[in-house]
Each structure stands twice: as structure tokens, then as C-alpha cells.
């Protein structure tokens, strides 16, 4: 099974910066969509960006302008430079993945998610 590791989560004052990491590991052949959602209390979680294989990028209307999504396929990564962060950015960021893994010597395809880490902006 595909597993995900967050990091770069933390607190920092409103204005400021955060890059967040999630590194994939596991048996996989591909990945085809990587991105970022998140979960502020009392809400429900909500996209904030993606990007596929062919780099073509969705960002939240929120974050655009604000936040950089961005890919490296050899380690399996992908990142979320937060830039001009606002209390209101405050959440859970939650990483997901999807494409083909071969757990086994049987292919199939994956759809999995990080454990979370907290962005917490004060003001």
C-alpha cells in the first residue's frame, strides 16, 4: 500500500511562509494526480491545489496568487509553498495521491491520503 509522509507543517504569523512535503513511498509504477486539500474545524475538507503528471495545475481560487504548488517525479514528492498566509489558512493540510501501484506482482490502482499536518497562522 501506498504510504505518505508529510512535513513543513507549523505556526507562523500572518504574512509568512510555510513549504509543506509529502513524500510517497511504496511499490509504484505511476502517479497520475498529486495535491493538497485541508480541514479547519467545524468544516469540511476542501481542495486546495493539484497537479497531474503533465504538470497542468488547479489551485483553490482562495490560495491562487498566494500558494505554489509543485512536483519532483523521481523522489515521489510533491510540495505546497505557502506564501502571504492568512489566519483564515488555518486547517489540517491533508496530501493525496493516486495512480498504479504493484503491490505483489499484481497491478492495480491507488488512491491514498497522509496523515495530516497542522498550518496554524496567527494574526
Known amino acids: 500500500q501506498v504510504q505518505l509522509v508529510e512535513s513543513g507543517g507549523g505556526l507562523v504569523q500572518a504574512g509568512g511562509s510555510l513549504r509543506l512535503s509529502c513524500a510517497a513511498s511504496?511499490?509504484?509504477?505511476?502517479?497520475?494526480?498529486m495535491g493538497w486539500y485541508r480541514q479547519a474545524p467545524g468544516n469540511q475538507r476542501e481542495l486546495v491545489a493539484t497537479?497531474?503528471?503533465?504538470?497542468?495545475?488547479n489551485y483553490a481560487e482562495s490560495v491562487k496568487g498566494r500558494f505554489t504548488i509543485s512536483r519532483d517525479n523521481a523522489k515521489n514528492t510533491v510540495y505546497l509553498q505557502m506564501n502571504s498566509l492568512k489566519p483564515e489558512d488555518t486547517a489540517v493540510y491533508y496530501c493525496?495521491?493516486?495512480?498504479?501501484?504493484?503491490?505483489?506482482?499484481?497491478?492495480?490502482?491507488?488512491?491514498?491520503w497522509g496523515q495530516g499536518t497542522q498550518v496554524t497562522v496567527s494574526s
Open positions: 511504496g511499490s509504484i509504477v505511476s502517479i497520475d494526480i
Open positions: 493525496n495521491t493516486n495512480g498504479i501501484e504493484i503491490p505483489r506482482g499484481y497491478r492495480r490502482r491507488f488512491n491514498s
Open positions: 497537479i497531474s503528471s503533465g504538470s497542468s495545475i
